[in-house]
């Protein structure tokens, strides 16, 4: 994954994020094509295809590094309610693309992606940071926890939540069953004063 923040390839991705955000807008999701992303973005086709496969790959590759300095760092850095802060400030500004974009099932789709991705950080934060033994009931928590949060997000997306940033965070982390919440609350190593990337759009 591209996260070196300065580097030519991580600012034509955002370039690509952009252009895919403001196309989003004016027609369906589904209905945007690559050539009209290149276009918006003043890039080439070829300069698409080496960075992505095709559109939910942008949005898997976006989401992935705002996961990475969020929600996939709790129990290994950060808090349940930490965690959910930055990866939810973090896909604020791109919150109408996600909605859009979140329709599809597909199993390329972004909302499914989530749920893959979150579930199996989880377990993998819950067995080799916590040292933690992965049973049936925590695995089904991680899982039905997954889905639940995925499910809120878009309709704050779309939004049916009239909730505050903290609100909606606050929210999220009272549904995460007692046996999950207690796993992984307490971060292996506490991040403290460091502050997180730019791109999340936070102040910590």
Not at 41 to 47: L, M, P
Not at 70 to 88: A, K, M, N, P, Y
């Amino acid at each position: 994954m591209d996260n070196n923040y300065t580097s030519p390839g991580f600012n034509t991705k955002m370039k690509i994020v952009e252009a895919l955000d403001a196309l989003s807008q004016e027609t369906s999701f589904e209905q945007v094509s690559i050539l009209q992303i290149c276009e918006r973005a003043d890039i080439s086709r070829s300069t698409f295809y080496h960075h992505f496969c095709d559109k939910n790959a942008v949005l898997q590759w976006h989401s992935s590094i705002v996961y990475e300095a969020g929600v996939d760092q709790i129990g290994r850095t950060l808090t349940w309610f930490e965690g959910h802060l930055l990866t939810t400030r973090g896909l604020e500004r791109y919150r109408s693309l996600y909605y859009r974009a979140g329709y599809s099932n597909e199993y390329g789709g972004v909302k499914p992606f989530f749920v893959r991705h979150h579930v199996d950080t989880l377990r993998e934060t819950l067995t080799e940071y916590q040292k933690k033994e992965l049973t049936p009931l925590l695995d089904f928590q991680i899982r039905a926890t997954a889905a639940a949060e995925s499910s809120m997000a878009n309709l704050r997306y779309a939004g049916e939540l009239t909730l505050s940033t903290k609100e909606f965070c606050t929210y999220l982390v009272s549904i995460v069953p007692r046996e999950l919440f207690e796993a992984l609350q307490e971060p292996v190593t506490p991040r403290g004063d460091e502050r997180p990337p730019f791109f999340l759009g936070a102040v910590w």
